[in-house]
C-alpha cells in the first residue's frame, strides 16, 4: 500500500506524495518553554516521531524541523494578557532567558526517556527575531497589516480564505464580534507587540514599529520559511492548534508568499484525563517524571499511546497504563528468549507495512506483533521480524535486557533441582522445591533458556 495520511486542510485521507521526489520536509509545532512537558503534550510529539519513521520506512529522507517558542506565547489567545515566558519567570525565580534554557532541557531529557529522535534542525524564536520582523514588513509592504497602540495587527478579513484550515464560521463571527480592543476584527492577530511605557520586559527587541517583541504565530511562518522553503511537505501539530495558531500562519504565508505552507497539515489529539483536556494553565498534570516515580519505565508510556490512532482522543487512567506496562514487559522477554535474529517474514511485513501506512494505523499494527508472537514460525524469524517492527515502534527492543537480579547460591541450587525433578518428571517433588523457592522470597518461572529466578 503507498503511504496514506490523514490532511486536516483537505479533511480527508490523502495519498502522499512528495514534492521533491525521495525527500520530505517537515515542520512540526515545538514547545512553549515556559514550564515542564506534560504527558498530553508528549503524546502529540510521540505521533510525530512515528511519522517519522513511516517516512524513512518508506525510503524518504526526512528533513524536520522543530520550533522552540521562547518568546511571544500569550496567556490569551486574543493576543492580551502577558506573554508566558515572563509570568513564568516572577513563578520560578528565574529570568526568562534561563528559564526557556531550563525547560528546553527538560524537554529534550524526556524526548531521549521515550527514545523521540531529536530534530533535524533545532529553531528559537529568539534567534530569528530579524527573519519575523522581515517576514512583517513584508506583510506590510502588502497592505495586510495596520498598527493600534500596542502593536502591528494583521488584518484576517483581507483573505477571502480566512480560516478553511478549521472551517471558521467568519460570516457568523462577524455578525457577533465584539472586539474589545483596538482591533478591527475579533480573527485579527497580533504580528509584533509594544513593550509596554511604563515596564521593561526581560525580552525586547528594537523594530521599524519600536521597541516590543514579535507575536506567537509568526515565528513558525518565518522559521518554516527559512528552513523548508515557502511551501513544503508536511505541517504537525496538536489538535488545539488547528483554531487559532495554525489557521494564523497559513493566513500569513498565503498573504506573504502565496501558499498555505504545507502540502498536508497533520495534527495529533489530545489525553484526557477524568473527561478534561490535560492543561498546564490548571497547575494540575503529569509529567512522565511522575510515571517514572511510580515505578513505571517511560517507555511503557509509548507503548500505552502506540494503542490508540494518533487522531483519536485517549483516555488515561493509571490502570490502562500499568496493564500496557505488563504488556511491554512479556513483549521484550519474549524477544530477549527468542535469541539472534534470522531472516524478515515477507507476509508478515507486508502486513504491517500497510497498517502503518494506512495513516499510521499504530493498533492494527501492534495486534499484528501480537499475532507474530504467537505464531508459529522459528524465533530467529520472529525476532528479526520483530525488529523491523521496531523501526517504526521505536520501543528500542534490540537493546533490552531483562534486570540483574541477585540470586542467593541457596535459591539458584534449589531452582536447579527442582529443573532436574522436572526432567525426571517427580512432580511431586518438582511443586515442594517450588514451595521452597517461595518460602526464599523468589517466583520460578519456566522458559525455554530454563528457568528464571524473580523476586516475590
Known amino acids: 500500500m503507498e503511504l496514506q495520511l490523514f490532511d486536516t486542510y483537505e479533511r480527508k485521507v490523502r ?26 503534550n508528549l503524546r502529540t510529539y510521540l505521533f510525530e516521531d512515528v511519522l517519522r519513521r513511516v517516512l524513512a520506512l518508506n525510503g524518504y529522507q526526512v528533513k524536520l524541523v522543530m520550533n522552540i517558542t521562547d ?9 492580551t494578557g502577558e506573554d508566558k515566558m515572563e509570568l513564568s519567570a516572577r513563578r520560578t525565580g528565574m529570568n526568562a532567558w534561563e528559564m526557556a534554557e531550563f525547560y528546553g532541557a527538560a524537554f529534550k531529557r524526556d524526548l531521549r526517556s521515550l527514545n523521540i529522535s531529536e530534530p533535524d534542525i533545532w529553531c528559537k524564536a529568539t534567534d530569528h527575531i530579524q527573519e519575523q520582523i522581515d517576514f512583517i514588513l513584508d506583510l506590510q509592504a502588502k497592505g495586510f497589516t495596520y498598527q493600534t497602540s500596542d502593536g502591528i495587527y494583521f488584518d484576517s478579513r483581507k483573505l477571502d480564505h480566512y480560516g478553511y484550515l478549521a472551517r471558521l ?51 513558525c511562518s518565518a522559521m518554516a520559511a527559512k528552513y523548508l522553503g515557502d511551501y513544503f ?34 495534527h495529533g489529539y489530545f489525553l484526557q484525563m477524568d473527561n478534561a483536556k490535560m492543561s498546564k494553565s490548571t497547575g494540575d498534570f503529569l509529567r512522565l ?7 513505571l519505565p517511560a ?19 493509571w490502570e490502562s497504563l500499568e496493564s500496557n506496562g505488563i504488556a511491554l514487559q512479556r513483549l521484550y522477554q519474549a524477544a530477549w528468549e527468542w535469541g539472534d535474529p534470522s531472516e524478515v517474514d515477507e507476509d508478515f ?68 533441582q527442582r529443573q532436574q525433578a522436572r526432567q525426571d518428571k517427580q512432580w511431586q517433588l518438582a511443586d515442594e522445591l517450588r514451595a521452597a523457592i517461595a518460602e526464599a522470597g523468589f517466583q520460578v518461572e519456566d522458559s525455554r533458556a530454563g528457568p528464571i529466578l524473580k523476586p516475590l
Open 349 to 416: 511485513y507486508q502486513r504491517f507495512l500497510n497498517f502503518v501506512n494506512d495513516d499510521l494505523n499504530m493498533p492494527r499494527a501492534l495486534a499484528l506483533t501480537w499475532d507474530l508472537a504467537k505464531s508459529s514460525l522459528p524465533n530467529s524469524v520472529k525476532k528479526a521480524t520483530l525488529l523491523a517492527f521496531d523501526a517504526v515502534f521505536g520501543l528500542d527492543i534490540k537493546n533490552w535486557k531483562p534486570a540483574v537480579i541477585e540470586v542467593p547460591e541457596a535459591v539458584q541450587i534449589l531452582a536447579q
Open 71 to 79: 518568546v511571544g506565547h500569550l496567556t490569551s489567545d486574543a493576543d
Open 15 to 40: 495519498t502522499f506524495e512528495p514534492l521533491v521526489p525521495g525527500e520530505v520536509g517537515v515542520y512540526c509545532c515545538g514547545p512553549t518553554v515556559y514550564n515542564y512537558a506534560h504527558i498530553g
Open 299 to 317: 517507555m511503557a508510556y509509548r507503548y500505552f499511546c502506540l494503542t490508540a490512532h494518533y487522531r483519536t482522543q485517549m483516555s488515561f487512567s
Open 233 to 266: 511537505d508536511i505541517h504537525c501539530g496538536g489538535e488545539d492548534h488547528i483554531s487559532i495558531h495554525h489557521t494564523n500562519e497559513i493566513a500569513q504565508s498565503e498573504a506573504s508568499r502565496g501558499t498555505r505552507m504545507a502540502n498536508i497539515w497533520m
Open 169 to 219: 464560521d467568519v460570516a457568523g463571527l462577524m455578525e457577533g464580534a465584539r472586539v474589545q480592543s483596538e482591533r478591527h476584527f475579533v480573527t485579527d492577530f497580533a504580528l509584533w507587540k509594544f513593550s509596554p511605557a511604563d515596564e521593561q520586559r526581560q525580552m525586547e527587541w528594537d523594530s521599524p514599529w519600536g521597541r516590543g517583541f514579535p507575536g506567537w504565530h509568526i515565528e
Open 289 to 295: 517524571e511522575s510515571i517514572e516515580a511510580q515505578g
